[in-house]
């Protein structure tokens, strides 16, 4: 930009006051079949953007963020798992050369060594060859690495039962309800349902959980006697006074929990 | 009158130049998958770019609901995944993208290293794209114990437990992330939040901005 005596600027700012107008560079300065980015191209990398969009969307509604059950402390037998893409230094840190006496080694040297490298590439392969043919050291130590990142990764992920954890650690709110054991419907609930839905109501392996259900005392009296789903019928034994007493309990011990 | 509106803030800001950076330049063949279908190689540093405003997005929803404490963390959560509308798909699209984001990061990465692409004069450029991918690495990390589950509880330990057998500096990284040398608690989800929504993206955006200033004084590397 031309500078110095006889600019002329707007007001008392640094923004030059003769328009000069802007002619892109000519298309013939370009080798090859060159392609103006605005707005021919950027309309092409739209499509694309959109196209991955859609397949994005398709993926986060067919699976659903995970959410397992609130952090628990005290659970000594949960089996820790960092993200998948931490996986790699995780089982690094098992073997016996890179973990115990080795830690040093395993947690800072190797990958330090690694990412470091990667980090002073440019410094490291300074030919100035770009083909990858032609610098064979540098792209030999890249796929080594990537081949060890991939094997680490699977050899961390491959013995885990995934289904099985996530199956053990569902999300259930803790319930903050008191059951009011002195309730007489409390103690038919004790013979017909306590085995399958919980002591709490909080349901088990067997049976949901029945607080939080939308059934009014007539429909929990049918479902008792009758089933539903996969619960079988006939699960209520007593009399009829019994039997109001039991879905009555249910109903105000859902009405208090939802206070 | 669009063409006025420009005029006047052109003649008080002058903005051409800016525009002239931003969308004005031609994009050579060699790049240009509707030319050689191999050179579709070039999207994934876009793409990486297109998930990080993903995140950015989805992640500023997410935080009108989410309360980084540990009584409320997981049931803000687990209220979002079941309650709110679209709260499923919201969060879903925060998860799925961390994951891809690193997918496309890694292949990005790959191009450029077996193009060759790093040497002379994008040395500083290939830097600043291995920071941006620690930084993202950081955000994985941290975001990853913000659901307070028991995945995130215990990945967390663990992660703590590998930053403190460090020597001489284990120790005190480990106080510094947590908030304390002993307890994964409360201090350290607030941490871990504050690390993941303020102190890395604004590293991010700070790398970001230099790649892509970087980029375009630089130019798209030639053809092999």
Known sequence: MKKGKGMQFVGDSRITADKKKFIPKDYSEYPGKTEAFWPNFLLKEWLVGAVFLVGFLCLTVAHPAPLEGPADPTDAAYLPLPDWYFLFLYQLLKYEFAGGTYFVLGAMV???LAFGGLLLAPFLDTGANRRPTKRPITVSLMLLGVVSVIWLTWEAADHVDWEAKAEQNKPIPETAVEVDTEDPGYAVYENSCLQCHGDSLGGGAAAPSLIGIEYTVEEIKTIAVEGIDTMPAGQFQGTDEELQQLAEFIVSTNEQAAE | MLQKIYDWIDERVDITPLW?????????????PA???????????GLTFFVTVIQVLSGMFLTMYYVPDIENAWKSVYYLQTEVAHGQIVRGMHHWGASVVIVMLFLHTLRVFFQGAYKKPRELNWMVGVLIFFVM???GLTGYLLPWDNKAYFATQVTLEIAEGVPFIGEATKTLLAGDPEIVGAQTLTRFFAIHVFFLPAALFGLMAAHF???????ISGPL
């Open chain 2, 35 to 45: 030319h050689h279908f191999s050179a579709f190689v070039y999207c994934f540093g």
């Open chain 2, 137 to 139: 690495l950081g955000l």
């Open chain 2, 20 to 32: 002239r950076d931003i969308a004005d330049h031609e994009v050579p063949e060699h790049v240009n």
């Open chain 2, 213 to 219: 200033i970087m980029i375009r004084k630089q130019g």
């Open chain 1, 110 to 112: 190797i990958p330090g």
